[in-house]
């Protein structure tokens, strides 16, 4: 399928660099359809996308990765935009719940190993759905932290544990936090009001904190630690930029199921 030849996506990276995400978005579901889908956590970003996805392209599936462990403001919000928009947003969810975890690994793994804690309540359930995916929307921005300035606006990667390649979709990867709340204000979109009280970003309860708002975005997840990513945006890698990198990485899945 050309669409998921490297060569090609590097291209339409590119091609789009400087491209409207309506643009961006309407090619992503025009080309890949239903095995298209936007992840979302409701953040500020997130809220710019789904307003410009029930723009262009409506029939665009959502998802939400529910950890058990978010904010009620959260979970209203998820329940506001769906009558908004008039849909039903997908809930990705653990294989095991808070109390079997507590048992399994215990109490507030959290605290002790939260990069853990993030694999099993965030990054497997998130594997899980990507390997059903052709492709997958996310409102990253290059300016939101060190480890997501280099994020390209389509990317291509490997989903883990099927060998199927994955189109990631990064259609806003060039606004501004600023562009953002423009643009929340300028259209009177709801956001999470834990944003009024200082939290730049909101993520599980136990692992976020108010730090102001003229704090960094990523400042108040996981406060007083080096930790600045759950993991479903680190765990697949870097995008493969070459057909060779490609067949290299098949080759290593085909080992593995072997």
Known sequence: MTIRNPEWIGRMALQFEDAPTEEILSWAWERLGPDVAVG?????SGMVLLHIRHQVAPDMPVFFVDTSFQFPETLELKARVESLYNMKIEVLEPEI???EQDVEHGLELYNRDPDQCCWIRKVEPLQR???GLDGWVSSLRRD???SREAIEIMELHMASGSGRR???VNPMANWTRK???DYILEHELPYNPLMDQGYT???CWPCTRSVGSDAGER???WAGTDKTECGIHTFLGTSASSANEIADREAEVHEAVE
């Open 219 to 221: 400042e108040g997840r």
């Open 201 to 203: 970003s909101v993520g």
């Open 179 to 181: 562009q953002i709340w």
């Open 129 to 131: 759905k990507l390997r």
């Open 40 to 44: 979302t956590a409701f953040g500020a």
């Open 166 to 168: 994955l189109v990631k």
């Open 97 to 99: 719940s808070i109390e």
């Open 144 to 146: 939101q932290s060190k």
